[in-house]
């Protein structure tokens, strides 16, 4: 049974060695070698491959024959073969022969193929590059004219499309390299330009500045006239409109102008034909400059860098001369040169977007009227010349009229007008002193003598004056004031024209004006006038009638003050009777010159009294009197009647103040005199000479020197003199020391002083004189008396102490 099973097994080994591939027989031959019928197997083999041979033999034997035929036919065959090869080569000889010259065409046809190959390619390539060369050539031709920024554009086209369309090649390559250092190389160029075109505006704002004040001034003019053309139409201030510049947009656009920069010619201009200020600037540098760093990216730059420089340029603007002040053109140089600034950088707002902002020129402008109102304020300080002043104030205004005209406000610089305003007033008041002072100098101090019609008529067309009896009169006739009167008035008037030229065009309302002309000419009356006047009045050498014409005049002015209200009315349209119209303080004015002459007439007088009373020579121990008025007294009564006839064109009561003034001064200087401390001893000869010389001032009052006195008035200012020598020559005692304290005392006027100093001064008379006289009874009793009657009075005047 094992056998047999071995044997199938053996059988299968077999036929799967005869079935597989023998990279595969090994696990077959393995398990074979691990079995232990090996022998068997090989067996089993060696008789497999005898059964194959003996197939293999069966089968060539009975195909030998057919192999035989076919070596027999193959032998024919190789004849024939030989025979074919000798005619292909003999053909194939001759067709060599026969193509040598088709494969020399061929050859030619196929290298001409090649070159118009060749030629096609390079024709396509050329064509690729040939816009890129022409581009570069362009380039080259714009650098060359300097035409900055369409080479910029250019060179920007060169890179992006030319270039990467040309291909790679070796000048592609170069001109790669050479875009970076074009693009430096027109950045520092326009750079250079900018820098040249700010240095030139720098050096031409004074005429860029002087055009644009020009177009002002005549817009101005043109207004003035259309207003007085139209009475309902006013003046409109219009802008001056940018040129016809290119504005910048955000991609860019050619500049209007490629030409270098700098200031256009304007010389050949006619002198009626104003050009735009704007118009003398060639911009085309900042607008190429600005164009060029766009495209490069570098705007920003850009604009950092012409801030800077133009905030430079604008200090250094803004830094006045030292010696500005001493002539306009001074002055003028400086607001040209600061509106040529503001006029380029408004035009460079207006026709670009960004380079400037509003903010940026609003800053520079605040600093601009910072360092403008202080420079003003500091030079106009020195000024001392109100014409020159006037005319800084009509510069200051056309200045603030021409940058107002742009946009700018100026309310700053009308408010330090004002402020100049009050100093222009003060120098005024200073040149109308010294004319006032000339005129009061120069003055005559006499009425005026008119000895023709013409001359009258134009005294009263100097001066409102109306007197009907006056008129009447023939010629040659006077008018009561002296030629300062007209003088003055018609000064005055000129101050109120002065103001009113300062006050104009500073944008201010009617009532303004007239607020400020008014107060201008209260300052000249109560100051200037006023001052001038009390010199006038105290100098030195002043005679009274000069005092009393000085009276006069002012009497006459202070009447011609309503005349001055409605001057000023006139001229600014402001009624005088308005609620808030300041009211003129000529009338006060005049009324305190007139007081202070009149003081000045009291005082003179006294003076001239205290002369004449210097004189006077009394014999204080005279026996007897004289009979008759001193010397020293008759003089200067006549002096007093002299004086006071000059008096009568005087009002009434100041003559008569003078003369009671005068009276009364006498009165008391000679009461002074009888009992100076230098008059130790008076006698009763000596004291009945001074009764008699009150006695002719007595006279003198009662003759009423100066009308206008009721009854015995003027004899009042010697009713202390008076009682006290009616008391000593009458030696009524009795009736004075029983009466006194009484309204009705008949002495009611002498002092118990004055009569106790008086009395002691004859008691050491007596003593002295009359050595012997104890010895006579009557002048014992006498110097008793005397005695009793100073212990009396001591003790009056003991008890009216106490």
């Given at each position: 049974m094992a056998s047999v099973e071995t044997a199938a097994e053996h059988e299968r080994i077999l036929r799967e060695i005869e079935s597989t591939d023998t990279n595969c027989i090994g696990p077959t031959l393995r398990s074979v070698y691990d079995g232990q019928e090996h022998g068997l197997f090989m067996d089993k083999l060696e008789g497999r491959i005898r059964n194959h041979d003996r197939e293999i033999e069966k089968m060539c034997n009975h195909h030998f024959q057919g192999f035989v035929d076919s070596i027999t036919e193959l032998l024919k065959v190789r004849g024939e073969a030989q025979k074919l090869k000798s005619q292909v080569t003999d053909t194939n000889?001759?067709?060599?022969?026969?193509?040598?010259?088709?494969?020399?065409?061929?050859?030619?046809?196929?290298?001409?193929?090649?070159?118009?190959?060749?030629?096609?390619?390079?024709?396509?390539?050329?064509?690729?590059?040939?816009?890129?060369?022409?581009?570069?050539?362009?380039?080259?031709?714009?650098?060359?004219?300097?035409?900055?920024?369409?080479?910029?554009?250019?060179?920007?086209?060169?890179?992006?499309?030319?270039?990467?369309?040309a291909g790679q090649y070796r000048f592609c390559g170069i001109m790669a390299e050479n875009i970076p250092l074009l693009r430096t190389q027109i950045r520092d160029v326009s750079m250079s330009d900018l820098k040249d075109f700010l240095e030139s505006i720098r050096k031409h704002s004074e005429k860029i500045g002087e055009t644009a004040m020009k177009q002002a001034q005549v817009q101005r003019s043109l207004d003035s006239a259309l207003s007085h053309q139209q009475s309902a139409g006013s003046g409109r201030r219009v802008r001056k409109e940018v040129g016809q510049s290119t504005e910048l947009t955000g991609q860019g656009g050619s500049p209007q102008s490629e030409q270098d920069s700098g200031i256009l010619d304007v010389e050949d201009e006619e002198e009626d034909e104003v050009p735009g200020a704007h118009e003398l600037v060639d911009f085309s540098p900042v607008y190429r400059c600005l164009h060029i760093y766009t495209v490069l990216g570098a705007r920003d730059t850009f604009e950092s860098y012409y801030r800077k420089q133009r905030r430079k340029q604008a200090r250094l603007v803004l830094q006045p001369h030292s010696n500005m002040h001493e002539t306009l053109d001074g002055y003028r140089r400086y607001f040209n040169q600061i509106v040529g600034f503001f006029v380029v950088e408004d035009h460079v707002l207006h026709t670009t977007q960004g380079l400037v902002n509003r903010a940026y020129v609003e800053e520079l402008w605040e600093l601009a009227l910072s360092k403008t109102t202080a420079a003003l304020r500091t030079h106009s300080s020195y000024c001392t010349d109100p014409d020159l002043l006037l005319d800084l104030k009509n510069l200051i205004v056309l200045f603030a009229d021409t940058l107002q005209g742009y946009g700018f406000p100026v309310n700053q610089l009308f408010d330090m007008l004002l402020e100049i305003r009050d100093q222009y007033g003060e120098i005024l008041l200073k040149k109308w002193n010294g004319t006032f002072r000339q005129i009061l100098d120069q003055d005559n101090y006499s009425p005026i003598s008119v000895v023709s019609e013409e001359e009258y008529r134009c005294i009263l067309g100097q001066f409102p004056f109306h007197d009907p009896e006056l008129d009447k009169m023939a010629f040659p006739k006077k008018v009561p004031f002296s030629g300062f009167v007209p003088k003055v008035y018609m000064q005055l008037k000129e101050f109120i024209y002065a103001c009113l030229k300062f006050s104009e065009d500073l944008h201010l309302s009617s009532s303004e004006i007239d607020d400020m002309i008014r107060k201008s000419t209260n300052l000249l009356l109560t100051r200037t006038l006023s001052n001038c006047l009390q010199y006038a009045i105290k100098k030195k050498n002043v005679s009274l009638a000069e005092l009393v014409q000085i009276i006069i005049n002012t009497t006459h002015l202070e009447q011609s003050c309503h005349f001055l209200e409605g001057f000023i009315s006139n001229i600014t349209n402001v009624p005088s009777d308005?609620?808030?119209?300041?009211?003129?303080?000529?009338?006060?004015?005049?009324?305190?010159?007139?007081?202070?002459?009149?003081?000045?007439?009291?005082?003179?007088?006294?003076?001239?009294?205290?002369?004449?009373?210097?004189?006077?020579?009394?014999?204080?121990m005279a026996t007897q009197p004289k009979g008759q008025p001193s010397d020293y007294l008759s003089d200067l009564i006549t002096f007093l009647c002299s004086t006071f006839s000059v008096f009568t064109n005087l009002p009434g009561k100041v003559a008569q103040t003078a003369c009671m003034s005068a009276c009364k001064h006498l009165s008391t200087s000679m009461l002074q005199l009888l009992l100076e401390a230098d008059v130790r001893q008076v006698s009763m000869g000596a004291l009945h000479q001074f009764n008699v010389d009150v006695k002719e001032c007595e006279r003198f009052a009662r003759a009423g020197p100066v009308p206008g006195f009721q009854g015995d008035t003027l004899l009042l200012a010697f009713i202390d003199l008076r009682q006290l020598l009616d008391l000593f020559t009458q030696w009524d005692w009795s009736t004075y020391l029983a009466d006194y304290g009484r309204p009705t005392c008949k002495y009611l006027r002498v002092n118990p002083h004055t009569a106790l100093a008086l009395l002691e001064k004859m008691k050491d008379t007596s003593r002295k004189n009359n050595v012997f006289a104890q010895f006579r009874k009557n002048e014992r009793d006498k110097q008793k008396l005397i005695d009793t009657v100073i212990k009396q009075l001591r003790n009056l005047i003991s008890a009216q102490q106490s």
């Open positions: 000889r001759r067709v060599q022969d026969d193509g040598k010259e088709l494969l020399t065409a061929m050859d030619e046809l196929r290298q001409c193929r090649l070159q118009q190959r060749n030629i096609a390619t390079t024709i396509d390539k050329l064509a690729h590059c040939l816009p890129m060369l022409e581009m570069y050539s362009k380039l080259q031709e714009q650098m060359r004219a300097k035409r900055y920024y369409p080479a910029l554009r250019t060179l920007e086209q060169l890179e992006l499309s030319c270039l990467p369309q308005a609620i808030n119209a300041t009211k003129l303080y000529g009338t006060s004015t005049f009324k305190d010159a007139r007081h202070a002459a009149e003081e000045e007439i009291y005082t003179s007088l006294n003076q001239k009294i205290d002369q004449f009373l210097q004189l006077a020579d009394y014999d204080w």
